[in-house]
């Protein structure tokens, strides 16, 4: 009973990736148009060719799984090879966060910072029928946001680095009252942050009421989304 479970859950996934084959490489063009104002193109195109060649080879497994007669396919075998495959997907996301910066300061991070929150998105939707593939996708996007923003010298870094950090848990597909609890703790953790450093640095030119302004709307569109995105899952 377990190994069928398991099968159609794997269908389910493959179904999904297959019917949303061209989104998150659509984003990724975007991504790189966007970057283009301040990114070298040398690294775009280097990283964009990595998305699709990951993309590809997620998708070139998926459709192999589902030409496979269900009895000759093994749901642990091939939940690790769609484990590997995503995983790979991930990384070669999660490389944006070190494409260089350039003259974009705070714009080009803050970008990278939101595109990467919505891929992490995009893909637990899509994988959440099986939450081992959706940790092997998303784990390595919330790492090199956590990594990227902590090796840089600013406070306000570090705090998208806690935001990112609150915001991640795949369980929060499951319930929305765990969703905006995380929410909560998310944005949070980034204030509370600030405030510190704004105690400690009377030289900073954020301004409280700012921050203010942000939680809330922050809290409240992150809110909006998980509610409406939710009833696809």
């Given at each position: 009973?377990?190994?069928?479970?398991?099968?159609?859950?794997?269908?389910?996934?493959?179904?999904?990736?297959?019917?949303?084959?061209?989104?998150?490489?659509?984003?990724?063009?975007?991504?790189?148009?966007?970057?283009?104002?301040?990114?070298?193109?040398?690294?775009?195109?280097?990283?964009?060719?990595?998305?699709?060649?990951?993309?590809?080879?997620?998708?070139?497994?998926?459709?192999?799984?589902?030409?496979?007669?269900?009895?000759?396919?093994?749901?642990?075998?091939?939940?690790?090879?769609?484990?590997?495959?995503?995983?790979?997907?991930?990384?070669?996301?999660?490389?944006?966060?070190?494409?260089?910066?350039?003259?974009?300061?705070?714009?080009?991070?803050?970008?990278?910072?939101?595109?990467?929150?919505?891929?992490?998105?995009?893909?637990?939707?899509?994988?959440?029928?099986?939450m081992p593939i959706v940790y092997a996708g998303t784990l390595p996007m919330?790492?090199?946001?956590?990594?990227?923003?902590?090796?840089?010298?600013?406070?306000?870094?570090?705090?998208?680095?806690?935001?990112?950090?609150?915001?991640?848990?795949?369980?929060?597909?499951?319930?929305?009252?765990?969703?905006?609890?995380?929410?909560?703790?998310?944005?949070?953790?980034?204030?509370?942050?600030?405030?510190?450093?704004?105690?400690?640095?009377?030289?900073?030119?954020?301004?409280?009421?700012?921050?203010?302004?942000?939680?809330?709307?922050?809290?409240?569109?992150?809110?909006?989304?998980?509610?409406?995105?939710?009833?696809?899952?």
């Amino acid at each position: 009973f377990r190994s069928e479970l398991d099968y159609e859950l794997l269908l389910l996934f493959a179904k999904n990736e297959l019917s949303t084959a061209v989104a998150t490489p659509l984003l990724a063009v975007i991504v790189a148009v966007g970057a283009m104002f301040w990114a070298p193109p040398a690294q775009l195109l280097l990283w964009l060719a990595t998305v699709f060649l990951a993309k590809g080879l997620l998708i070139s497994l998926c459709r192999q799984f589902l030409r496979t007669p269900r009895e000759e396919a093994g749901p642990l075998t091939w939940r690790n090879k769609m484990m590997a495959a995503e995983f790979l997907y991930g990384l070669s996301w999660a490389a944006v966060a070190f494409v260089s910066a350039g003259s974009g300061g705070e714009a080009a991070h803050t970008f990278v910072f939101a595109a990467l929150l919505i891929v992490i998105s995009m893909r637990m939707l899509f994988a959440a029928p099986v939450m081992p593939i959706v940790y092997a996708g998303t784990l390595p996007m919330a790492a090199a946001i956590v990594v990227r923003f902590a090796l840089l010298d600013n406070p306000y870094y570090w705090a998208m680095a806690a935001m990112a950090v609150g915001v991640y848990s795949p369980e929060a597909l499951q319930s929305l009252r765990f969703a905006i609890a995380r929410l909560i703790v998310a944005v949070s953790l980034g204030v509370i942050f600030m405030a510190i450093m704004a105690f400690a640095l009377p030289g900073m030119t954020l301004w409280r009421s700012n921050s203010l302004y942000a939680m809330g709307l922050s809290f409240g569109y992150l809110a909006l989304s998980r509610l409406i995105l939710g009833s696809l899952i």
